[in-house]
């Protein structure tokens, strides 16, 4: 069989078995060699002549001959290598497509989520990275990219980028238990199961009515059996009449000492304080860990820490997760702060009416 010339420049990308190629493959042959050898190369792909001779391959190659960034060709291409057995070179043209074409979001996704079925969890963290950069805003490149580290053995890195996923996601009346339940699992993996029973509490409090359930009770009480977290709070119960500004429930606190007024937000995973607060009352500080909040003047990076002990009057906890967030970024309100958020408030019943904040120890749910 007389193979052209511009075949022959594709010896280095494509494998040839020209002598046993099947009479279908004699359409990808006669195809123009230089449009699709550019189109290989643009792509980074190295396919052998059955996987060319597919039509589901060899037509989405045409069209991306001709239009470079047609994005229905892309997904076309990347389906036909898959369903041939090419899942990874299915990413590798994602990944190519985006970089040659301004940054496609989609494709990026498509192939973080390939690596992570072939477990190259270190690439689909790096994927995962340059989502996050296009759409530094928005949930699901950390998501991926918690995905990546936690399949990877990396818990503390899941913690980080599932933090900032919950708290990106825009509409939490619909976000799923994934985000909340994994993050439960890598705290889980640390030793740390109050912060577990945190992280449960916390997808219980979006809904309580739904997420209440038999699944989430057991949960809880695993973590705290094994946390032994019911003896880390001390008191039985604290009392506060509601006191509204701008809208908010505020109260006053100590943490590590230092006495401070704090808003009470059950929606909010952590308790976040100002770094100038958070400098007074010595908190720990994981200067590692970075994630990304939503706060009243938009999106703001914070840094993962823990406190001593929180405490209202008579109730009290001990080494509860918090964020510090600096002070023109983290701020609360005039007269302000932080917020008492789920870290804190997992560990008790809290109910609040249209007067008071009972908050009581937890003695079972």
């Known amino acids: 069989m007389k193979i052209r010339r511009g075949i022959a420049a594709l010896s280095c990308v494509l494998v040839s078995a020209v002598g046993s190629v099947p009479a279908t493959s004699q359409t990808a042959i006669a195809d123009p060699p230089e449009q699709i050898s550019a189109t290989l190369q643009r792509l980074s792909l190295a396919l052998p002549w059955d996987a060319m001779a597919r039509e589901a391959v060899r037509r989405p190659l045409e069209e991306l001959s001709r239009e470079r960034c047609d994005q229905q060709a892309i997904v076309n291409l990347a389906k036909g290598l898959k369903d041939a057995g090419y899942r990874r070179e299915a990413a590798t043209a994602h990944v190519r497509f985006s970089e040659t074409c301004d940054g496609h979001v989609p494709s990026l996704r498509a192939a973080a989520n390939i690596l992570l079925d072939l477990s190259d969890h270190s690439g689909a963290a790096a994927i995962a990275s340059e989502v996050i950069k296009l759409e530094p805003f928005r949930d699901n490149g950390y998501y991926l990219r918690a995905l990546a580290h936690d399949r990877g053995g990396s818990p503390k890195k899941a913690i980080d980028d599932y933090v900032t996923a ?43 009515a739904r997420n209440d359930t038999s699944q989430t009770r057991a949960m809880v009480s695993s973590y705290t059996a094994k946390g032994g977290c019911a003896t880390t709070t001390t008191g039985n119960e604290d009392v506060f009449p509601v006191v509204r500004r701008n809208n908010v429930v505020t109260l006053p606190a100590t943490i590590n000492g230092v006495r401070g007024t704090f808003i009470l937000d059950t929606g909010a995973t952590f308790v976040s304080l100002k770094s100038s607060f958070a400098e007074k009352a010595k908190v720990e500080i994981d200067h590692d860990a970075v994630v990304r909040l939503n706060t009243a003047n938009g999106i703001a990076e914070g840094k993962r820490g823990r406190a001593k002990t929180i405490q209202l009057r008579v109730i009290q906890a001990k080494d509860v997760a918090v964020v510090v967030q600096t002070d023109a970024k983290g701020t609360y309100g005039h007269g302000q702060d932080g917020l008492l958020g789920m870290s804190f408030l997992s560990r008790f019943h ?7 904040v009972r908050i009581r120890a937890r003695t079972g749910r």
């Open 350 to 356: 809290v109910t609040i009416d249209a007067k008071e």
């Open 166 to 208: 919950i708290e990106l996601f825009g509409a939490k009346d619909r976000i799923a238990n994934a985000g909340y339940f994994s993050l439960a699992r890598n705290y889980e993996k640390l030793g740390q199961f109050c912060d577990a029973v945190m992280a449960v509490e916390a997808w219980v409090a979006v809904n309580p």
